[in-house]
């Protein structure tokens, strides 16, 4: 099984729509994040949460909202979609390791598309 | 603030080798990953570099400079399933946040 899984892994919608992404997570990391990807604009931070009771905004966080509800589950919401909003998103998962730094782990990505 | 560029795009032959370059600004450094992302998957991790100097994994090997700020990805026989993006990313100083370059999409013929 997936250590990180997301859901749905396609979705269509309507501009003015509110939807959610969510992702799960089975490694017992204690961080979280969601990040956007557009054709050359590679991977860009949407929100991070630390641990469950800790959000921060990401570097493109206007428009979305998150929801942390357990150390296993980072939401993602889209209050009202807009077109410019169609794009590959990604969770991702760090926790402590014996290193200097914390390799983060990939969900397989939600394709999203709003009309 | 950090600033990551690698090139775009390149194209290299089944066998041959290949390198891929990323310079970095960053306000402190705090070391320096290489992911692997295949087209329309997850990226995979490849390496982290926290020390100057050449690291190899099997066909893979990374490289780091901290006085230059640059560091490069070497891919030695290449095959058709290396053709992918590969991704440079930088850690914030006192943070686990990851700053990414735009990805350099790799191409290997036959």
């Known amino acids: 099984d997936a250590d990180v899984t997301q859901t749905p892994r396609n979705r269509i919608t309507k501009t003015g729509k509110r939807i959610m992404l969510e992702c799960s997570q089975t490694?017992?990391?204690?961080?979280m994040y969601w990040y956007r990807q557009d054709p050359g604009l590679g991977l860009r931070l949407i929100y991070y949460s630390f641990d469950v009771k800790d959000i921060n905004k990401g570097e493109i966080s206007d428009g979305y909202s998150v929801s942390r509800q357990a150390q296993a589950k980072f939401s993602l919401s889209l209050e009202s979609a807009i077109p410019n909003q169609t794009a590959l998103y990604f969770c991702a998962t760090s926790g402590r390791t014996s290193g200097y730094q914390e390799t983060q782990y990939f969900g397989p990505g939600t394709r999203l598309l709003v009309l | 603030g950090q600033n990551i560029d690698q090139p775009t795009e390149m194209t290299a032959t089944e066998g041959a080798i290949v390198q891929i370059n990323c310079t970095y600004q960053t306000s402190g450094f705090n070391g320096l990953f290489w992911y692997q992302q295949h087209a329309g998957e997850a990226p995979t991790f490849l390496s982290y570099n926290v020390l100057d100097g050449l690291e190899e994994k099997g066909r893979f090997s990374s490289f780091l400079s901290r006085s230059k700020g640059y560091s490069y990805l070497l891919l030695k026989e290449l095959q058709m399933k290396d053709s992918a993006s590969y991704l440079c990313a930088v850690p914030g100083v006192n943070d686990y946040k990851l700053s990414f370059g735009a990805g350099t999409t790799v191409t290997v013929r036959a």
């Open positions: 490694k017992g990391h204690d961080r």
